[in-house]
């Protein structure tokens, strides 16, 4: 099962009575972490932005963010409980830790490799980066670069990234619990996925991340929940609109690569997942579009016989021995094995197929592999 779990240090918070009208009115006294009375603090409350819900705490950390800080205060006088793993996932970041003096939370939050690495690249300055994060850049760079000579557009450019990285990693569910930053199981991280090829859904999506940043494009991480477990994609944003990219479910069989969550909108999400619209300030889009693997390549089809005929005229016309196709408005997984064997008869030859099948509660994807 694919888990995202952010290991997150909360330093005891202080419980105080009153409101925070009161508190902020108590400037001659304050408190230290424990509660207990210090005349010598002295808390300027107008030096500090006031956040007053979880929505407000969203922007704000986006906007520490794109001034690249990782370490703030604020006054919180929302009624929600600040839970340093959901501030985790609206910051993206891979550890959260968090204290606070009264009404007052201070945040120090650790990004992750992946972002480290971008950042150094761009910048020129990669002093700060540890020795494997400089090994993994030079691997990077070389995978994007190789990526953009054969590309002739972003889209397939993104795709050749998408493709490398899954013919590279394999799923590792490792034990993924730690107490301090620095003690982050390589497997979390682009890190285990570049140099051991090995990661879980954190390290796909730092993977990722790291490549498609390099290569240009606009990405973020999305933390989201399944019927099981948590779970991590990546966002990008492609001609002004966002959409979900999903590596490792796209790599979830290493015999071969799925697209359905590659570039996905909401109506190809469906309901493998979903996620609290506070920890996500992008709008995915609503409707998949020609960004998607299976509408740019004419790969989606209202009718299963002519799914069944288009995936027998690839294999036995074109050639094809590995076969992509998706069928709207259908979640059955028997339906293309019904009528399949009809179409490829009338083409006369003998053939053998597996066949693989997701859904995601509305449209079925199909992959059809030809001995």
Same mark, same amino acid.
């Given at each position: ?131 494997? #994060? ?5 691997? $990077?760079? %070389? ?5 953009? &000579?054969?590309? !002739? =557009? ?116 469906? #309901? ?5 619209? $506070?920890? %996500? ?5 609503? &409707?998949?579009? !020609? =960004? ?80």
């Amino acid at each position: 099962m694919k888990k995202a779990l952010f290991i997150v240090c909360l330093v005891l918070a202080l419980l105080l009575s009153g409101c925070a009208a009161a508190l902020r009115d108590a400037l001659d006294t304050g408190y230290n972490v424990f509660g207990i009375p210090n005349p010598d603090l002295h808390i300027d409350y107008a030096s500090y932005p006031d956040i007053g819900d979880m929505v407000e705490l969203r922007d704000h950390i986006a906007a520490q963010r794109e001034q690249g800080k990782l370490e703030f205060s604020f006054i919180y006088s929302g009624t929600e409980e600040i839970d340093p793993g959901v501030v985790a996932q609206m910051a993206d970041v891979c550890y959260v830790k968090m204290t606070q003096e009264g009404n007052i939370c201070h945040l120090e939050m650790t990004a992750f490799p992946g972002e480290r690495i971008v950042d150094a690249y761009f910048s020129g300055k990669t002093d700060s980066l540890t020795q494997d #994060e400089r090994k993994v850049l030079e691997i $990077a760079a %070389e995978m994007v670069e190789d990526a953009q &000579n054969q590309a !002739e =557009n972003d889209w397939e450019l993104e795709l050749l990234l998408h493709d490398t990285l899954a013919e590279r990693i394999s799923y590792s569910d490792a034990d993924i619990y730690y107490e301090k930053p620095e003690d982050q199981p390589r497997h979390l991280s682009v890190i285990g996925g570049l140099l051991d090829g090995q990661a879980n859904c954190q390290g796909y999506t730092d993977a990722f991340y790291t490549l498609a940043s390099l290569a240009g494009f606009e990405v973020g991480r999305l933390s989201v929940e399944t019927d099981t477990d948590p779970h991590m994609v990546n966002t990008i944003c492609l001609d002004g609109s966002w959409y979900v990219v999903d590596l490792t479910y796209d790599d979830s069989n290493d015999a071969l690569i799925s697209y359905r969550l590659f570039n996905a909108g909401m109506d190809m999400i469906g #309901e493998e997942y979903w996620w609290d619209e $506070a920890t %996500e300030p992008n709008i995915i889009v609503a &409707n998949s579009d !020609e =960004n998607s693997y299976y509408i740019r390549n004419a790969l989606a089809f209202e009718d299963i016989e002519a799914l069944a005929e288009f995936v027998a005229e690839s294999w036995a016309e074109m050639g094809n021995t590995q076969i992509h196709a998706m069928l709207q408005n259908e979640a059955d997984s028997e339906k293309l094995n019904d009528v399949l064997p009809d179409a490829l008869e009338k083409w006369g030859r003998s053939y053998s197929y597996s066949l693989w099948h997701s859904s995601n509660g509305a449209d079925s994807f199909y992959t059809v592999v030809f001995e």
